[in-house]
């Protein structure tokens, strides 16, 4: 007599695997930044695939360790937004869209200032980003207080002051 695999079982140990490795990425991730002190303390590194230059920073070590500064943190919000099961989790797209233009304005090393101009890139992303959490808020409020769409569409339609407004919010 052969056993078959319980389904739940396997989907138990598939989500324990996966969980293992996440947790095991982002606990490596110190290591991962720290991982700047292995480059060269100099102006050029040569390697056999390439030869990098450092030009705004001076040393391979301060652009890498840049570089690092930015990637760790976009990684991990990569991560928590790839397995966040919250109803909120597009609100993480915007400090994914910041630190992902601000690696890029470090790896540009023609960027003087790679902190200061990209929140008026990350504008669009929030005007997008922002209205549509807060309508699958309001939904989700609505169905879990029970009203129906169409109280729900009046209520957005109705006429409001600015102090009104502020007080539906919270």
């Not at 991730?29 to 695939?49: D, M």
């Not at 030869?51 to 360790?65: E, G, I, P, R």
């Not at 919000?77 to 470090?106: D, E, N, R």
Request: net charge positive; charged share 15%.
């Amino acid at each position: 007599m052969s056993k078959h695999p319980n389904k739940s079982t396997k989907r138990t140990s598939s989500y324990l695997v996966t969980g293992s490795i996440i947790a095991l990425i982002i606990a490596a991730s110190p290591y991962i930044f720290y991982s700047y002190e292995s480059f060269p303390k100099e102006k050029t590194w040569e390697t056999f695939l390439f030869t990098y230059h450092a030009n705004w920073y001076n040393l391979v070590y301060v652009s890498v360790w840049t570089m690092m500064g930015k990637f760790v943190p976009l990684f991990l919000l990569i991560i928590w937004f790839i397995t966040c099961k919250h109803w909120w989790y597009h609100v993480i797209l915007i400090p994914i869209g910041m630190f992902a233009f601000q690696l890029f304005s470090v790896i540009n090393d023609d960027v003087g200032f790679t902190d200061e101009v990209e929140i008026w890139w990350l504008f669009p992303i929030m005007l997008v980003i922002i209205p549509l959490v807060y309508l699958i808020r309001a939904k989700l409020s609505n169905r879990l207080l029970g009203k129906d769409l169409k109280s729900f569409e009046e209520d957005l339609g109705a006429r409001r002051n600015l102090w009104q407004q502020i007080k539906d919010l919270f």
